[in-house]
């Protein structure tokens, strides 16, 4: 049976991601990606989560707290282009998730951009250990939404195969423009 984008991605998560690893969840949001995240990373491995929303840093917070998986979290109420501030290039992650478009149930005009996105991601490639992953979930039903999808996967096709693979997996015979995954496997430093 096809597994829809958001639970084919959590399946990679849950394979790609060890206790006491380094992960980054790149937008937040509502915090269901952290806490997932943090428990896999148990105590041991470190959380670093990116938002420029304060609703989303709160939901998160506030998610985290009630499950007690907050100790292994930082948060940051900054966008995800100023990865490199946070972690220094020597810090090494084995996973890197970003969900595009905007905070569910929050302001619909607050969106991700292919300038900032773009950006991290290009932060987020040097930081992935050999085998890490980064997975971006498309979401692009919105306005801006074609321009950021065409953005990304302009970008990830032109990433060299020698160092990365590159998976696009979305259906395509849905309507109301359907959220994908894009999945890029770092294969060597």
């Known amino acids: 049976m096809l597994l829809q984008a958001l639970a084919f991605t959590h399946s990679l ?40 929303q304060k ?14 998986a907050h100790s292994q979290v930082s948060l940051y109420s900054i966008g995800h282009e100023t990865i490199k501030d946070i972690l220094s290039p020597s810090e090494k992650v084995s996973l890197v998730i970003f969900n595009l478009g905007y905070l569910p149930k929050g302001d619909k005009s607050v969106v991700t951009t292919p ?6 991601i290009k932060q987020s490639l040097t930081l992935l250990k050999k085998n890490g992953l980064l997975l971006l979930m498309v979401y692009h039903g919105h306005d801006g939404g074609a321009k950021e999808k065409n953005a990304i996967l302009d970008f990830s096709k032109s990433l060299p195969q020698e160092r990365y693979s590159v998976l696009n997996y979305q259906y395509l015979n849905q309507k109301n423009d359907p959220p994908f995954l894009i999945a890029i496997e770092k294969r060597k430093e």
């Open 13 to 52: 998560i849950k394979e790609a991601v060890q206790p006491g690893d380094t992960v980054i969840d790149a937008t937040i949001g509502n915090g269901h990606d952290t806490l997932l995240l943090a428990q896999l990373v148990g105590a041991t491995g470190k959380v670093i989560g990116f938002d420029i």
């Open 55 to 68: 609703q989303a840093i709160l939901n998160t917070e506030d998610r985290l707290k009630k499950a007690g």
């Open 115 to 120: 300038e900032t996105t773009l950006e991290g």
